[in-house]
T-cell receptor
C-alpha cells in the first residue's frame, strides 16, 4: 500500500459549522503534513506531525485544529471558518528517516466555506 | 531560509517535442534535496524526479531528466517526447534536513499541444 487517502473529497460548510478532514496512510510513515493550496498556487504548509507529536505549526489560526490519534491517521478539525479558508487541503506523509525525503501526497479535500 | 524560484508561469510544448522548465534556488545549507512534483488538473500531486545535492550525476527517470548545476543553484527539468499526459502544473521544491516540509516554487503550468 503506497498511498495517502483523504476523506471527504469535497466539503461544503457554513461559517458556524464544525467539520473534520481525515487523512490516512499505511506505509509506516512517521511524519505527516497538512497543506493548504489555493488555485494555481503552491501548497502552503500548515502543520507537521512527527511521531504523532505536533512539531511545526505555521501560525495557523486556531479555527484549524490538527490531531494525530495514531501513526496512520491525521485529522484536521474545522470550526468557525471564513470564506477565505476555501481551498484544497492536502495531506502528505514521509518516512522519517528515509534518505530519499520524498513526500507522498493525498488527493486532497476541496473545501468551500459559504 | 531556502527560496525556490520558477520564472516561467506558463510553458507550451508540442507533442513529441522537448521542453525545459527552469528552477533556481537559494540556500546556505550544504545538505539538501531537490524535487520536481507534477500536479495534473484536479488530480493528485506526484513526484516526478528527485536529486540529492551531494550527488554530481544528474537524475533521470525515463523521459524526465534534470540539469543540476550546484554552483549556479539551478535545477531545471527536461521532458523529452512530450505527451498529452504531461500537461500539468509542475512545482520545483527543496528540502533540507529531516523533519522539515518542502519549499515550493510558484509553479509552471505546462500545456501540451497536438
Amino acid at each position: 500500500d503506497t498511498e495517502v487517502t483523504q476523506t471527504p473529497k469535497h466539503l461544503v460548510m457554513g461559517m458556524t459549522n464544525k467539520k473534520s478532514l481525515k487523512c490516512e496512510q499505511h506505509m509506516g510513515h512517521r511524519a505527516m503534513y497538512w497543506y493548504k493550496q489555493k488555485a494555481k498556487k503552491p501548497p502552503e504548509l500548515m502543520f507537521v506531525y512527527s511521531y504523532e507529536k505536533l512539531s511545526i505549526n505555521e501560525s495557523v489560526p486556531s479555527r484549524f485544529s490538527p490531531e494525530c490519534p495514531n501513526s496512520s491517521l491525521l485529522n484536521l478539525h474545522l470550526h468557525a471558518l471564513q470564506p477565505e479558508d476555501s481551498a484544497l487541503y492536502l495531506c502528505a506523509s514521509r518516512l522519517w528517516d528515509s534518505s530519499y525525503n520524498e513526500q507522498f501526497f493525498g488527493p486532497g479535500t476541496r473545501l468551500t466555506v459559504l | 531560509a531556502q527560496t525556490v524560484t520558477q520564472s516561467q508561469p506558463e510553458m507550451s510544448v508540442q507533442e513529441a517535442e522537448t521542453v525545459t522548465l527552469s528552477c533556481t534556488y537559494d540556500t546556505s545549507e550544504s545538505d539538501y534535496y531537490l524535487f520536481w512534483y507534477k500536479q495534473p488538473p484536479s488530480r493528485q500531486m506526484i513526484l516526478v524526479i528527485r536529486q540529492e545535492a551531494y550527488k554530481q550525476q544528474n537524475a533521470t527517470e525515463n523521459r524526465f531528466s534534470v540539469n543540476f548545476q550546484k554552483a549556479a543553484k539551478s535545477f531545471s527539468l527536461k521532458i523529452s517526447d512530450s505527451q498529452r499526459g504531461d500537461a500539468a502544473m509542475y512545482f520545483c521544491a527543496s528540502q533540507w534536513d529531516s523533519g522539515y516540509a518542502l519549499n515550493f516554487g510558484k509553479g509552471t503550468s505546462l500545456l501540451v499541444t497536438p
